[in-house]
């Protein structure tokens, strides 16, 4: 079993920056990837940005492209997601999620991803 553990989310203002992290206790395969979902009230839980840990090929929900960037640290088995010139609108809980299999063209659907964190409540007031 692999346990994530997310941190680093809270209230701040529209405009402002935050940074999620989230640690693995391990990784199961070579094609790894861990990635970023979020799901606001009374909407589906949705893509927001992935990387993969062979080659650190990274991809972005349009939503979030540009003000968004997520990085690994290979040696904790880490991901971040630093958010800037948040608003309202990314206000949701986010969770974090690995793949042990990443392949391209599944990696921005929820069932691609075996193990998710607890979530982390991100609110931007307006």
């Known amino acids: 079993q692999v346990q994530l553990v997310e941190s680093g989310g809270g209230l701040v203002q529209a405009g402002d920056s935050l940074r999620l992290s989230c640690t693995a206790s391990?990784?199961?395969?070579?094609?790894?990837?861990m990635g970023w979902f979020r799901q606001a009230p009374g909407k589906e839980r949705e893509f927001v940005a992935t990387?993969?840990?062979?080659?650190?090929?990274?991809f972005y929900a349009d939503s979030v492209k540009g003000r968004f960037t997520i990085s690994k640290e290979s040696a904790n088995n880490a991901v971040y997601l630093q958010m800037n010139n948040l608003k309202s609108e990314d206000t949701a809980v986010y969770y974090c999620a690995a793949a042990p299999a990443a392949i391209l063209s599944t990696l921005r659907r929820p069932d691609t991803y075996h193990y998710w964190g607890q979530g982390t409540q991100v609110t931007v007031s307006s």
């Open positions: 990387i993969r840990w062979n080659g650190g090929a990274t």
């Open positions: 391990r990784r199961t395969s070579n094609n790894w990837a």
